[in-house]
């Protein structure tokens, strides 16, 4: 088996705009998602990450302060699976609830050991 990330790409202004019960909808999904990797035993890990404007990046031993507007898209969370092969990994992120509303970019993981 290896290991997957899931990177999951979506517009957080266009969540955060969202009434609460949205949002709860979603991270509600999220939870059901969650326990189906767990209930499989592929799940490893996995977290929402906070707003954009928490962010730091570090370039160049300079501290910048974010949000940073690359894109339209910011990453908003992962998870890490561990899965036979890469058409199991993505079979498991088309079933992600960020699959329907956002992108989910997989990367395998390298096993360093």
Known sequence: AMRYMFMLYDDETSFH???????????GEHMAYSQALRASGVMVEGAPLDHTREARRVRAARIENG????????LGGYYVIEAKNLDAALDWAAKC???SYGKIEVRPIWNIE
């Open 17 to 27: 705009a969202l009434p609460e019960a949205e949002q709860m909808k979603v991270v």
């Open 67 to 74: 949000p940073f507007m690359d894109s339209k898209e910011q």
């Open 97 to 99: 609830p960020a699959a």
